[in-house]
């Protein structure tokens, strides 16, 4: 089974963001990257796309098959895209994002990733806190990754850069 990372390249202003997932399957890189490519399509719907100020974008979408004993990158791919926020607010500043966990069957530390999402516009949050809208945004676009996966014959796992091991992930939140 072949072991990816796909990376999602950004830009807000004055600032580039990226966040990356790792996946394991049966299918060739190009085939993996066409997965990613659609999993970002599902991931930016439009629930999505209004919790974001409209000078976030994503703009490039990359796949590396990757060698499991030792983590290095055999090959790679990559796909220009342009997924353009649509809320008209200011963005909030690059500091305060938020944070998707990745929890796997293991009850430690291992069994626990994370990525960061871009920075939402100001009127996404109140109190200090994502506003109910913006958190079910960002769960159910990530949910529909992890679907598109599957569907493309995938499985969302954490990779260990020290063991090399890898664990499926079983939740998001």
């Known amino acids: 089974m072949a072991l990816f990372r796909h990376i999602v390249k950004g830009v807000f202003p004055g600032e580039v963001w990226t966040f990356g997932l790792h996946t394991t399957g049966s299918i060739t890189l190009n085939a993996a990257q066409a997965a990613w490519v659609a999993a970002i399509n599902d991931f930016w719907s439009t629930e999505l796309a ?29 796909t220009q895209v342009s ?6 607010a200011a963005c909030l500043p690059f500091q305060i994002a938020p944070v998707v966990s990745l929890r796997t069957a293991l009850a430690t530390r291992a069994g626990r990733g994370r990525f960061y999402a871009p920075s939402p516009a100001v009127d996404q949050q109140a109190a200090g806190k994502l506003i109910t809208t913006a958190q079910t945004a960002l ?35």
């Open 50 to 78: 209004a919790v974001y100020c409209t000078d976030v974008e994503i703009q490039a979408l990359s796949t590396a098959e990757l060698s499991q004993p030792t983590g290095k990158q055999i090959t790679r791919l990559e």
């Open 83 to 88: 997924h353009v926020g649509t809320n008209a």
């Open 139 to 173: 769960l159910n676009s990530t949910v529909a990754i992890f679907s598109a996966f599957t569907g493309a014959g995938l499985e969302g796992v954490l990779y260990s850069r020290t063991t090399h091991d890898t664990q499926p992930i079983v939740s998001v939140d």
